[in-house]
Structure formats: structure tokens, C-alpha cells
């Protein structure tokens, strides 16, 4: 048991509110709340009982509160704990906090209360950072992949692969005596396919990490072409479908406008590359170039076109770039009069989807969103296994490299003392993920993402 001081801390966020929880955790922490709360009738503190009565501070009363006492080790941080409800105002919330400090508690860092639930071996380290992954969800797949995260889905998994890793590694360390040339064939082949199949399950998990982002961030659909061919106006459009979903983070692209919208329980980030305009000519293939890379890294590409002037060839090559994934070809301004032909149109949309809108009537922008949750909508199929964060992915990879590693040197004439180093540290790589090892940082690190209370 991870032995630790008495914290506490509001568990609700600051302000104004029907009702507030300051949370205990700690081997003090029903002595504190003895002393904070006398309930109307019988014992402050019942196990799992919800306490009326009042919260006072040297016998001067605060509030009326409820107290709730889950005593340790089955409580969320392993310790004892005690929650109060009170009226949700902030001096209250002060009080009692300031109350609890004076008999000893100490007040609680971000994510303190769910770091002594990993330390304690309640939770695992991606359990405590879906549990932050929940709280910071805006979209509903997001919630719903820390949901699944939560319940030790990816844990799970990540175990299946690493025992099988420990019991290739346990054979080759009791064959350590012994060359291959003495074990039968078959032994080997077995050997070898085993790690193949912990191969290909670590890469489709990492396969899934691109999921995963479009699942919690939104599908990104960047829109190209030419200044003044209408992006910004149909963005605008399409934003008027949806719910405008207030990201968790400001955009990361310097060279574009983002917006984060809910079409038709879709989540998507409308990438509009209009800051890509530029003057010169030695500039603007500085501005294709960088359309090139938004383009790549989008989950769906969106060329528009504007109908009522003739092509050129930065709309054809703008055109190359969609080619990298889905895409749509928008053939914009269809409330003036027509110069490109349909001949011309279909040349440049070669097998993706035409649409014609306006962007000023409004015409064919119902189409354009339905396409566009018609595309998010496939890219979505999946495992609801999935690789949430950058941590797992580079572990992961660097446990498929020492694989990697482990099979070339068996297929030669190495010693098993050097394969079974390597398949050691696979092992110990997909460990690192789950349970905290030996390092401090990686905790701070993921706790720092954490609210105070929680
Ligand atoms: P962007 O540079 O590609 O983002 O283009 P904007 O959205 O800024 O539009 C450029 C100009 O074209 C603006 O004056 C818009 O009002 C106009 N525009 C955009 N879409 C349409 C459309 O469908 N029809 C017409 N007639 N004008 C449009």
C-alpha cells in the first residue's frame, strides 16, 4: 500500500453551482471529517452511507452537507476517503477546504487523488489517463474511446500480447544450454510464429491510433484550392449545419483556420487553407508545398473549384494532392453563369465525387455535408481496441523494434542470451505502459494533464 499524508481538494470545478464536493483521502481522513461534520442523528461516518447533517468549523456551522465515507481499500484512491456535499458556493467550498487544511490535510495537486489510485493499484497508468480522457472529451466518440479505455480494454490486450512474449521468452531462457540446432524444427516454427502474431496484433493496434484521433478530435477535412474560389464561404456553410464544438485545444496549424463542428454526430475539424494565399510566384509553390503536407495529414481532402472561370494549373495540381485519400471534388459558384465544362470537371475529379454547390444560395451544401458524414462516417468503422496516446504508440513501437530484433538474431547464429535480452525489453516496453515502472516523470507527466480533484 502506497502510505501517503491526508489530501483534500474540491472534487466540482470552481464558481457558482447547485451543489459542490470537497473530497479526503488519506489515512487522516475520517479522523478530519470526525471533526468537520455532525450528522443529524447517529455516527458521522457510516461505510457507504450518504450522512445528513451539517458541517461546522470549531463548532461554528458552515453548511448543510451530506457526507459520504468509503473507507480504503475499495474506495477510487485505495485510502480512505470522505466526500462532503454542500451548497455549491465557492466560500463554502473555501471553508470547509480551509477547515480540513488547519487539522492537518494538505491540499491536493492536479490529478493527485487519481495518481494514488495507480500508485495503490487501483486503476493502471491507461486507465488513469482515460479517466483524463474522459473528462476532456468534447465529442461523443471521444468519450466513448475513454470509456472503452477505462473499462481496461487496452490493457487487456496490451497483456494478451506481452504474455505471449514472456512465455517465448521463458522457453528460449531454459533453452539457454542449449543451440537451435538441437531443438526440433517445429519448436521453432512455433517460436517464430508466435512472435509474428504478437507483431501483427502491436501493429494493429498502432493502426488504430489514427482512429483514435479522428474518434476524440474529429475527423480533419482540409479544404484546397485556389484564393477566392469560395472555402472560407462554404466552411461558413457548413458550420451553419452543425454544432460548433468548442475544441479542447486551439488549432496546431500556423498556415490554416480550424473549426470544430458536430454534423450529424459526425466530429469534424473544417481546415480551411485560406491563409495560404500568397503573391509571388516563388511563394505560392511555397503555398502548395504547404497544402501538400495539410493535405496529407487530413483524414478527408475537399478540392474546390470555382465554375465560373476557366481551370488552371494550380487547380490541377491542387487535384494531384487529393489523390493521397478521400476526397471530394467541389465545383463551387453554380449561381453564375458556367465557363468550365463537364468534360473539364470530370477530368479533374478522375474517380472521387463531384459536388456543385453555391455557396452564397446555399444550393447542394445539404449534399456536401451529407457526403462528408458519408465519409467520416466509413473511416470510423473499427476494433473499439484503439491506441490513444503518443506514449502508448512510441512504446509500442520501440517493443515491435526489439521484436524485430529478437528475430533476426534467432534466425542466426546468435546466443539465446542476446535474443532473450531483446524480447526482455519488448516485454518490459509494453509493461511501461500500463504499470509505472521505475520512472517518476512519466506520473508528473500525465498527472499534469489532470484537474485539481480529481
Ligand atoms: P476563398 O478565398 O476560397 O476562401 O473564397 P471566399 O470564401 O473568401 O470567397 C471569395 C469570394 O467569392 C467572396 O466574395 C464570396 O462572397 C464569393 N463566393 C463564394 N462562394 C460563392 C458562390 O457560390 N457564388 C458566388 N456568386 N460567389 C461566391
Redesign the pocket.
Known amino acids: 500500500m502506497y502510505c501517503a499524508d491526508t489530501i483534500v481538494a474540491p472534487a466540482t470545478p470552481p464558481g457558482r453551482g447547485a451543489v459542490a464536493i470537497v473530497r479526503l483521502s488519506g489515512p487522516e481522513a475520517a479522523a478530519i471529517a470526525r471533526q468537520l461534520f455532525q450528522a443529524t442523528s447517529g455516527p458521522a461516518l457510516r461505510s457507504r452511507r450518504l450522512v445528513h447533517g451539517r458541517l461546522v468549523d470549531d463548532g461554528r456551522p458552515i453548511d448543510e452537507a451530506l457526507c459520504a465515507f468509503m473507507p480504503g481499500p475499495n474506495s477510487y484512491t485505495g485510502e480512505d476517503t470522505v466526500e462532503f456535499q454542500c451548497h455549491g458556493s465557492p466560500l463554502v467550498v473555501e471553508q470547509v477546504v480551509a477547515a480540513a487544511m488547519a487539522r492537518g490535510a494538505r491540499a491536493a495537486g492536479p490529478g493527485e487523488f487519481t495518481r494514488r489510485a495507480v500508485l495503490n493499484g487501483r486503476m493502471d497508468l491507461v486507465q488513469a489517463e482515460a479517466v483524463a480522457d474522459l473528462i476532456s472529451a468534447t465529442v461523443a466518440g471521444g468519450a466513448r474511446q475513454a470509456w472503452e479505455q477505462l473499462q481496461g480494454a487496452l490493457s487487456g490486450r496490451l497483456a494478451e500480447l506481452r504474455s505471449v512474449i514472456v512465455e517465448v521468452l521463458a522457453e528460449v531462457e531454459a533453452n539457454v544450454d542449449f543451440s537451435d540446432e538441437e531443438l526440433p524444427e517445429e519448436r521453432l516454427e512455433l517460436r517464430a510464429d508466435r512472435l509474428a502474431a504478437v507483431d501483427a496484433g502491436l501493429s494493429a493496434l498502432l493502426e488504430g491510433f489514427a482512429v483514435a484521433r479522428r474518434q476524440r478530435e474529429g475527423h480533419r477535412v482540409v479544404f484546397c484550392?485556389?484564393?477566392?474560389?469560395?472555402?472560407?464561404?462554404?466552411v461558413n456553410a457548413l458550420l451553419g449545419h452543425g454544432r460548433m464544438i468548442v475544441t479542447a485545444e486551439a488549432g496546431t496549424t500556423r498556415d490554416s483556420v480550424e473549426e470544430g463542428v458536430d454534423l450529424g454526430g459526425m466530429a469534424l475539424v473544417l481546415v480551411?487553407t485560406?491563409g495560404l494565399?500568397t503573391a509571388t510566384g516563388e511563394a505560392e509553390t511555397e503555398a502548395v508545398e504547404r497544402a501538400r503536407r495539410l493535405a496529407e495529414d487530413a483524414d478527408i481532402r475537399i478540392l474546390?473549384v470555382d465554375r465560373?472561370v476557366p481551370l488552371e494549373d494550380e487547380d490541377r495540381e491542387t487535384a494531384g494532392l487529393c489523390a493521397a485519400g478521400p476526397s471530394l471534388l467541389v465545383v463551387?459558384?453554380?449561381?453564375?453563369p458556367a465557363t468550365l465544362t463537364d468534360d473539364q470537371t470530370a477530368a479533374l475529379a478522375g474517380s472521387c465525387q463531384v459536388m456543385m454547390?453555391?455557396?452564397?444560395?446555399g444550393r447542394g451544401t445539404d449534399e456536401l455535408a451529407a457526403a462528408l458524414i458519408g465519409l467520416a462516417g466509413q473511416a470510423s468503422e473499427q476494433d473499439t481496441v484503439v491506441v490513444s496516446r503518443a506514449r502508448h504508440r512510441s512504446a509500442i513501437e520501440r517493443a515491435r523494434l526489439c521484436l524485430g530484433q529478437a528475430f533476426d538474431l534467432a534466425s542466426g547464429p546468435a546466443a539465446h542470451e542476446l535474443v532473450a535480452l531483446e524480447l526482455r525489453e519488448a516485454a518490459h516496453e509494453l509493461s511501461g505502459i500500463t504499470e509505472v515502472l521505475d520512472n517518476e516523470e512519466v506520473l508528473d507527466r500525465i498527472f499534469s494533464e489532470f484537474c485539481i480533484g480529481k
Open positions: 484550392g485556389r484564393p477566392n474560389v469560395g472555402k472560407s464561404s462554404l480551411d485560406a494565399r474546390v465560373s463551387n459558384k453554380c449561381d453564375l454547390t453555391s455557396a452564397i444560395d
